[in-house]
Structures are given as C-alpha cells and as structure tokens.
Nanobody, 115 residues
Framework: QVQLVESGGGLVQAGGSLRLSCAVS????????MGWYRQTPGKQRELVAD???????NYADSVKGRFTISRDNTKNTVYLQMNSLKPEDTAVYYC?????????WGQGTQVTVSS
C-alpha cells in the first residue's frame, strides 16, 4: 500500500515562507517521479512543480523563482520550499507520485496566504 503524507501547510502572511514535505511509504521512492499540485475551489488541480527520478525539475510559470522542489531519497521525502508567498498561492497542495502507469496522491495540505 503506497501512502503519501503531506505536512507543513498553514497560515502565513504575504511575503513569508513555508516548506511542505511529502513522505512516501510502501514504494521504492527513488523510482518515483514526484510532483506538487494545488487546487482552489471550483478550479482544476494544477501543476506547481515536479522532479524526476534523476533530479530534473519543472515549475509552473507562476512560481518560478519563488518555489523550489527537492527530494531526499534517503528519507523517502519530497519537499516544496515556498518563498515570497502571495495571496494567490492560497490553495490545497497535493503531493503526487508516479511510477510507470501507477499514480498516487496524498490527502493534501492547506496553505493560506493573507494579504
């Protein structure tokens, strides 16, 4: 049973920082491509950033230069460092793991940025 557990969300003022973590169990972590997505009410879930098994990264234009995705294969964890947060970054953030044709999602963590 593959499980993804996100943590690190919360309430922060605009301009502040948060670091999200996603711990993966039940799957060889280093074989998983990982990603962070976010969703607000009434909108589709959108890609924030992803990282391949080799460490290559990709970011949404809206977060480039502010967010950094990283992974620690020794801890089976992927991180999202979020700096210079804006009110429009408010959303539920989800962690995603992909291994071949298998896709797994975490339960989500709320990030709220106040103006």
């Amino acid at each position: 049973q593959v499980q993804l557990v996100e943590s690190g969300g919360g309430l922060v003022q605009a301009g502040g920082s948060l670091r999200l973590s996603c711990a993966v169990s039940g799957s060889p972590f280093s074989n998983n491509a990982m990603g962070w997505y976010r969703q607000t009410p009434g909108k589709q879930r959108e890609l924030v950033a992803d990282i391949t098994t080799g460490g290559s990264t990709n970011y949404a234009d809206s977060v480039k230069g502010r967010f950094t995705i990283s992974r620690d294969n020794t801890k089976n964890t992927v991180y999202l460092q979020m700096n210079s947060l804006k009110p429009e970054d408010t959303a539920v953030y989800y962690c995603k793991a992909v291994r071949g044709r298998f896709i797994y999602w975490g339960q989500g963590t709320q990030v709220t940025v106040s103006s």
